[in-house]
């Protein structure tokens, strides 16, 4: 099965940046769309952008346009988030999702999830 893991996570003072990858293995990326979703201390999994297969389409939380950037390379099996303007609340652990077909914004949607990588702004 696909497996996917994050990594970028960290501590960055408000208005800094980070960016964030989601490494495949086992299979390609070619033909899944990814989400990026997070999670807050003591609040449910928000969605937070998703793109398609062919990196044609990308679409973005109303809280996070203009500062967050998400892309992809397929042929480094990797996706991407651009955390530019980072504020507190941001702080999260942030996980990227796979499914194949078209991205959604509903979690439930994606079949395959990482372990997460913890972002912290702080100060």
């Known amino acids: 099965q696909l497996q996917l893991v994050e990594s970028g996570g960290g501590l960055v003072q408000p208005g800094g940046s980070l960016r964030l990858s989601c490494a495949a293995s086992?299979?390609?990326?070619?033909?899944?769309?990814i989400g990026w979703f997070r999670q807050a201390p003591g609040k449910e999994r928000e969605w937070v952008s998703c793109?398609?297969?062919?990196?044609?389409?990308?679409n973005y939380a109303d809280s996070v346009k203009g500062r967050f950037t998400i892309s992809r390379d397929n042929a480094k099996n990797t996706v991407y988030l651009q955390m530019n303007s980072l504020k507190p609340e941001d702080t999260a652990v942030y996980y990227c999702?796979?499914?194949?077909?078209?991205?959604?914004?509903?979690?439930?949607?994606?079949?395959?999830w990482g372990q997460g990588t913890r972002v912290t702004v702080s100060s």
């Open positions: 999702a796979a499914k194949m077909g078209p991205p959604r914004v509903a979690p439930n949607a994606y079949d395959y």
């Open positions: 086992r299979f390609t990326l070619d033909y899944y769309a």
């Open positions: 793109i398609s297969s062919s990196g044609g389409s990308t």
